[in-house]
């Protein structure tokens, strides 16, 4: 396992360990993170047996921009362009149709996948250094309080992890919030960083109407 700081070069040296099949972690708006290459079927499944995660939990993907949500999603909502307007890039997770060529490991077998644009400059400039979505899911065995810290990150899986990014200590506390989006409903999956209530209001604001929302 190799730890680093985040300078430019080291955050490249992570994309190119992905790019090999590796697995990093690194620092988020939230906890730190464990990424591999959502599109590379034995990373996930390294993913998952590090992580002690059954396989019918998906696995969200950050990604770099909105270009990128189309290697993901089958299709788009206009209401999660609205949310992406209001709220990205920040801790909002956005549940989307999936691809069928997505690996059930990612989707965890629902059909879905969970996207976010992240705010963190590590994570970010990871994302577009590696020049394609990267899973980002939280620094822990199942059932186990996230890292949010490299220290932790290091003395949850020590070696078993090719690289830690070492951006210091992240927020905690709560993860992003997750929402499923159809065309004309939102549903709260996870409240996390935003409250629900700010994300339908953010809706009603763009909308200019008070549309129905699922529960």
């Not at 879905?112 to 822990?140: C, E, I």
């Not at 090719?162 to 996870?190: A, N």
Request: proline share 7%; net charge positive; aromatic share 6%.
């Amino acid at each position: 396992m190799h730890r680093a700081g985040t300078s430019s070069r080291e955050i490249e040296r992570a994309a190119a360990v992905v790019r090999g099949g590796g697995l990093i972690a690194f620092p988020t708006e939230t906890y730190y993170g464990l990424g591999v290459d959502p599109f590379n079927e034995r990373a996930l499944l390294r993913l998952f047996t590090l992580k002690n995660r059954a396989t019918v939990k998906p696995v969200l993907v950050l990604v770099a921009d909105r270009s990128q949500v189309s290697l993901l999603a089958s299709r788009v909502p206009h209401t999660a362009l609205r949310l992406m307007d209001a709220f990205w890039p920040g801790p909002l997770t956005l549940v989307l149709p999936a691809r069928a060529d997505l690996s059930s490991l990612l989707t965890g077998g629902t059909a879905t996948v969970g996207v976010r644009l992240s705010p963190h400059p590590d994570a970010a400039s990871l994302v577009r250094a590696f020049g394609g979505p990267l899973t980002a899911t939280s620094a822990n065995r199942a059932g186990e309080p996230a890292a949010v810290t490299a220290e932790e990150v290091c003395a949850f899986f020590g070696g078993r992890v090719d690289m830690i990014l070492d951006g210091g200590r992240t927020p905690g506390v709560q993860g992003s919030t997750l929402v499923g989006v159809g065309d004309d409903t939102v549903e709260c999956i996870r409240e996390g960083r935003i409250p629900f209530g700010e994300i339908r209001a953010a809706l009603r604001a763009r909308a200019g109407r008070s549309p129905e929302y699922e529960q």
